[in-house]
């Protein structure tokens, strides 16, 4: 026994921190400077974007890390890749200006996907509120019934977050995939040289959310299995 639990624990620690160590070195073996390229991230960026008629969105820098903000309608670099000239800043500001390309073009998925990860903090605390007072309810009501809906609702609302890591994953894999590597290679932004190494940094940038989802998920099978 002591042997399964030691390996079912070590399966876990490398499905959550597997995925977030390999993003980091993929991200690293790409980031030294490259004086040959163009321009920075943050000057490819906002190039891209008045090129896609985008001139409203703005890029910024940030320390919470790289993301498009769809609220602010804001690209957001790390310094490092706002400011720096390497093939891993090039891919990653092109990456998240695919997602403000997204938005502009009305992508069902992006809409449903921010959408939900909106109130998906609220979701979750009203179903953490829920399962803590079912008993109480179901004690007070005496009726066993009303416990058992609560837990169903409870349920329901934590697998929203599966629901939006699911959505999330086409969504990032389209972004790199489908918009910024094109972008990249077929508009001669990168030499062809360089194209596999955008393509590596890339696939990183969209598998960055792959350690949150896995996180996600045993996290509602560890709530199930004490509900249970």
């Known amino acids: 026994m002591p042997v399964l639990f030691f390996a079912i624990a070590l399966l876990v620690i490398l499905l959550i921190f597997g995925p977030q160590a390999w993003v980091r070195r993929e991200m690293g073996r790409h980031a030294a400077p490259r004086p040959d390229l163009p321009g920075t991230g943050g000057e490819l960026a906002r190039h891209l974007l008045d090129r896609y008629q985008l001139q409203a969105v703005t890029v910024e820098t940030t320390p919470a890390g790289d993301h498009y903000d769809p609220d602010a309608r804001a690209v957001r670099l790390s310094t490092e890749n706002h400011d720096g000239r390497s093939i891993t800043a090039v891919a990653v500001a092109a990456h998240e200006v695919a997602h403000a ?26 179903a953490m509120a829920i399962l803590l007072t079912a008993p109480l309810v179901a004690i007070v009501t005496r009726a066993p019934m009303v416990g058992l809906v609560q837990f169903g609702l409870a349920i329901a609302l934590l697998g929203i977050g599966l629901v939006v890591h699911l ?60 509900i249970r």
């Open 167 to 226: 959505v999330t994953l086409p969504l990032e894999l389209d972004a790199s995939f489908g918009k910024a590597l094109p972008i990249l290679a077929g508009d001669g932004y990168l030499a062809e040289t360089d194209l596999p190494a955008a393509r590596g940094v890339l696939r990183a940038a969209a598998f960055t959310y792959v350690a949150g989802a896995l996180i996600g998920l045993l996290n509602f099978l560890r709530i199930l299995r004490i």
């Open 101 to 126: 390309i997204q938005h502009a073009q009305g992508s069902t998925l992006f809409a449903w996907r921010t959408a939900l990860a909106r109130f998906l903090s609220v979701f979750d605390k009203i």
